[in-house]
């Protein structure tokens, strides 16, 4: 059964920093590609990073510079390290792979940029 489960979110100031993590269970993790989606209240869930099995990466533009995503395949975990973090941050991040045309979530972790 494959499963994720974020952790790492929380309340930071405008400037500040948060690491969040997802640790896969269920799945054979350095194979797949991973991905950090977020949700912003009244908005649609976004692509935020994702990260290949050889370590390539991509980011949307608007976190580009700010945010990083990594992986430890022997910890079957996935970072997201977020910098410089500002207000328009502000959603609930998800973890997300896809695996034999099955796409899986975890529960997701809030983070809330404020003063």
């Known amino acids: 059964q494959v499963q994720l489960v974020e952790s790492g979110g929380g309340l930071v100031q405008p400037g500040g920093s948060l690491r969040l993590s997802c640790a896969a269970s269920?799945?054979?993790?350095?194979?797949?590609?991973m991905g950090w989606y977020r949700q912003a209240p009244g908005k649609q869930r976004e692509l935020v990073a994702t990260?290949?099995?050889?370590?390539?990466?991509n980011y949307v533009d608007s976190v580009k510079g700010r945010f990083t995503i990594s992986r430890d395949n022997a910890k079957k975990t996935v970072y997201l390290q977020m910098n410089s973090l500002k207000p328009e941050d502000t959603a609930v991040y998800y973890c997300r792979t896809f695996i034999g045309g099955e796409t899986y979530w975890g529960q997701g972790t809030q983070v809330t940029v404020s003063s």
């Open positions: 269920g799945i054979i993790f350095r194979i797949y590609v």
């Open positions: 990260i290949t099995s050889g370590g390539s990466t």
